[in-house]
Nanobody
Framework: QVQLVESGGGLVQPGGSLRLSCAAS????????MGWYRQVPGKERELVAV???????DYADSVKGRFTISRDNAKNTVFLQMNNLKPEDTAVYYC????????????WGQGTQVTVSS
């Protein structure tokens, strides 16, 4: 089992910034991918940004140039720095861990609300 604890969501004005954190604990596989997805009511959950244990990153086109994902492998923690936030970034943000083992396993955090509004 892997446990994910998220923090850093909240209310911010358009153009503002927030930093999300997600700490993983438990049975962590050395090679893994951690990242962030988001979901609004009535829509499917979508990828925001992911980063592998080797440092490879991938971003949704809608956040490129505004969001930066990073990680601290020693602490099994992933961060999402969100700058120049827009109202359309409003969503519940979920942390995801996926092991790159022969039988991959996936775990999700409980989600943290990000609201961008004036």
């Amino acid at each position: 089992q892997v446990q994910l604890v998220e923090s850093g969501g909240g209310l911010v004005q358009p153009g503002g910034s927030l930093r999300l954190s997600c700490a993983a604990s438990g049975n962590i596989f050395n090679r893994n991918v951690m990242g962030w997805y988001r979901q609004v009511p009535g829509k499917e959950r979508e990828l925001v940004a992911v980063i592998s244990s080797g440092g490879t990153t991938d971003y949704a086109d809608s956040v490129k140039g505004r969001f930066t994902i990073s990680r601290d492998n020693a602490k099994n923690t992933v961060f999402l720095q969100m700058n120049n936030l827009k109202p359309e970034d409003t969503a519940v943000y979920y942390c995801r861990y996926r092991s790159l083992s022969s039988i991959p396993t996936t775990y999700w955090g409980q989600g943290t609300q990000v609201t961008v509004s004036s």
